[in-house]
C-alpha cells in the first residue's frame, strides 16, 4: 500500500513547525527577560543591603570626606558609560544600589531629625548643620503643589 501525501498536507505542516519554532523562540525570549529581571533585582538589592550592612556595622563608611555608598553607585555608574551593553547593564544595578543606599541613609537622617522637631536635616552625609526650616520646607511644598 503505497503512502501519499499532497502538496497542501505538506505545506500545512511546515507552516504548523515554523509557528511551533516561532513559539519556542517567543518563550526563550520571555523566559530570557524574566531571569534578566531577577538577576537585576538581585544585583540592586545585593548592592543596597551589603552597603546598609557596612554602613551599620560601622556608623557610615566614607572615603576622602563622600560617602562610601554614594561614591560607589556615581563610580559605577561613569564606569557603565564606557563598557559594553551587558557589563555596563551589571553595573548600573550595582550603582543603582548603592544609591538606594545613600538615599536610604540620608533619608533615614532626614526622617530621624523631624520626628524630634528640629525641621528637616540632611543627615550624616550632607554634613552637620545643614538644617531646613519647616517655614522653607512648607513654602517649597505648596509652590511644588501650585
Not at 503512502?3 to 518563550?27: G, T
Not at 564606569?79 to 548600573?92: K, Q
Request: glycine share 14%; with cysteine.
Amino acid at each position: 500500500m503505497a503512502f501519499s501525501v499532497s502538496r497542501q498536507e505538506v505545506a500545512d505542516l511546515i507552516k504548523k513547525v515554523d509557528s511551533a519554532r516561532s513559539s519556542a523562540k517567543r518563550a526563550r525570549e520571555k523566559a530570557d527577560d524574566a531571569v534578566m529581571s531577577v538577576v537585576q533585582t538581585v544585583e540592586v538589592v545585593g548592592a543596597g543591603f551589603t552597603l546598609g550592612a557596612l554602613n551599620g556595622r560601622w556608623g557610615g563608611v566614607e572615603f576622602l570626606g563622600i560617602p562610601l555608598d554614594l561614591l560607589s553607585g556615581a563610580t559605577l555608574h561613569l564606569f557603565a558609560m564606557f563598557m559594553g551593553p551587558t557589563s555596563s547593564e551589571h553595573l548600573r544595578n550595582f550603582g543603582d544600589g548603592a544609591l538606594c543606599s545613600w538615599g536610604t541613609m540620608t533619608g533615614l537622617g532626614v526622617g530621624r531629625e523631624m520626628a524630634t522637631g528640629g525641621g528637616a536635616y540632611a543627615g550624616r552625609h550632607m554634613g552637620p548643620g545643614n538644617r531646613v526650616p519647616d517655614a522653607d520646607l512648607r513654602n517649597w511644598a505648596n509652590q511644588a503643589a501650585a
